[in-house]
């Protein structure tokens, strides 16, 4: 296995969030930012993980963080009640809500109650909706993260024939529209498709979001492909030990692609950083239109 075909998110990373803290750090002459708020709702133990790699990008670029933890009973309305004072807070500048919520919870509805100008994490289904016109103002964070590693191959993406494996509409839907305005030719692939390797096989550019360990082989690779790898599994082995894996056989497709995304170190930390981003375009939108003096 050779080393410098994975694509790593980590340079990527500290690239994004040291412009966005210089851009930050700018914008701070004249005007000042409010506090990004993370919301976890109820018991959830991936969650600490995601809040505090979160937390530590806000500090690295200069963004005030603040977690909140909501009761497991919390009613729906309450949950809405406190979105509509974090919106009308001038003094916050972006939500996050960690998935998942508690079942009794209507997370869609959460994520429409955030206000398009505080939706960091592209989650409004109007910041969903605006990607088909190829607005791209909060794009969601992993779709643009797997986009901009696909950009560090140089391949040019116009014309690219791409196979987006995945169609949810917070992942595979988005990239494969962010693609498409790109210029690639974009087949979607989901868990009806008849033949999945047939598709993958044909394609320069492999992106897979399923959540299923090993989906992705070195056989239904092409020669020479890109393979980023959003999945997040987590595997136990027979010892016990608990490991986390993307969607990909990464050490096999490494003998066939020319680039493949490591998990961990892939996507993930490009996220964050594109978290980090949005927020700062979020901070943008808000000063042009008077929220912020
Ligand atoms: P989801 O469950 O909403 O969607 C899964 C998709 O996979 C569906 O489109 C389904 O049709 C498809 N699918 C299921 N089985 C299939 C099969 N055998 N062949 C082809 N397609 C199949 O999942 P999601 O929320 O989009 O997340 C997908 C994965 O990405 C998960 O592992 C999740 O943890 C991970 N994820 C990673 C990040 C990140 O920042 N890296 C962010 C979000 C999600």
């Not at 969601?140 to 391949?155: D, H, K, M, N, V």
């Not at 320069?204 to 056989?219: C, Q």
């Given at each position: 296995m050779t080393d410098h075909l994975l694509l790593r998110g980590a340079p990527l990373r500290k690239?994004?969030?040291?412009?966005?803290g210089a851009k930050l750090r700018e914008l701070e002459k004249r005007h000042v930012i409010g506090r990004l708020v993370s919301i976890c709702i109820g018991q959830n133990d991936g969650a600490s993980i995601y809040i505090r790699n979160q937390m530590?990008?806000?500090?690295?670029?200069?963004?005030?963080?603040?977690?909140?933890?909501?009761?497991?009973?919390?009613?729906?309305?309450?949950c809405k009640e406190r979105i509509?004072?974090?919106?009308?807070?001038s003094q916050v500048v972006g939500v996050i809500l960690q998935r998942p919520t508690p079942e009794h919870i209507n997370l869609r509805s959460l994520q429409s109650a955030i206000h398009p100008l505080k939706d960091v994490e592209g989650m409004n289904?109007?910041?969903?909706?605006?990607?088909?016109?190829?607005?791209?103002?909060?794009?969601?964070?992993?779709?643009?993260?797997?986009i901009e590693l696909l950009r560090q191959t140089g391949l040019r993406l116009e014309g690219l024939e791409v196979v987006m494996i995945g169609h949810s509409e917070i992942v595979g839907k988005p990239v494969?529209?962010?693609?498409?305005a790109e210029g690639a030719t974009v087949t979607v692939c989901?868990?009806?498709?008849?033949?999945?390797?047939?598709?993958?096989?044909?394609?320069?550019?492999?992106?897979?979001?399923?959540?299923k360990p090993k989906l992705i082989r070195a056989d239904m690779i092409k020669p020479g492909a890109a393979v980023i790898d959003i999945g997040i599994n987590q595997v136990v082995d027979e010892n016990g030990n608990v490991t986390i894996v993307g969607d990909v056989d990464t050490k096999g497709v490494?003998?066939?692609a020319s680039?493949?995304?490591?998990?961990?170190?892939?996507?993930?930390?490009?996220t964050v950083a594109m978290l980090m981003r949005n927020t700062l375009d979020a901070f943008n939108l808000q000063i042009k239109n008077g929220w912020v003096s």
């Amino acid at each position: 296995m050779t080393d410098h075909l994975l694509l790593r998110g980590a340079p990527l990373r500290k690239k994004i969030l040291n412009e966005v803290g210089a851009k930050l750090r700018e914008l701070e002459k004249r005007h000042v930012i409010g506090r990004l708020v993370s919301i976890c709702i109820g018991q959830n133990d991936g969650a600490s993980i995601y809040i505090r790699n979160q937390m530590r990008a806000a500090k690295k670029v200069g963004i005030p963080f603040e977690k909140q933890f909501w009761h497991g009973n919390i009613s729906q309305g309450d949950c809405k009640e406190r979105i509509a004072a974090l919106n009308d807070d001038s003094q916050v500048v972006g939500v996050i809500l960690q998935r998942p919520t508690p079942e009794h919870i209507n997370l869609r509805s959460l994520q429409s109650a955030i206000h398009p100008l505080k939706d960091v994490e592209g989650m409004n289904p109007a910041s969903i909706g605006n990607i088909v016109y190829n607005d791209l103002a909060l794009a969601p964070c992993t779709a643009a993260a797997s986009i901009e590693l696909l950009r560090q191959t140089g391949l040019r993406l116009e014309g690219l024939e791409v196979v987006m494996i995945g169609h949810s509409e917070i992942v595979g839907k988005p990239v494969a529209f962010m693609l498409m305005a790109e210029g690639a030719t974009v087949t979607v692939c989901h868990h009806l498709t008849r033949s999945l390797a047939a598709h993958s096989r044909q394609a320069d550019v492999v992106i897979v979001a399923v959540g299923k360990p090993k989906l992705i082989r070195a056989d239904m690779i092409k020669p020479g492909a890109a393979v980023i790898d959003i999945g997040i599994n987590q595997v136990v082995d027979e010892n016990g030990n608990v490991t986390i894996v993307g969607d990909v056989d990464t050490k096999g497709v490494l003998e066939v692609a020319s680039w493949v995304t490591p998990v961990p170190g892939g996507v993930g930390p490009v996220t964050v950083a594109m978290l980090m981003r949005n927020t700062l375009d979020a901070f943008n939108l808000q000063i042009k239109n008077g929220w912020v003096s």
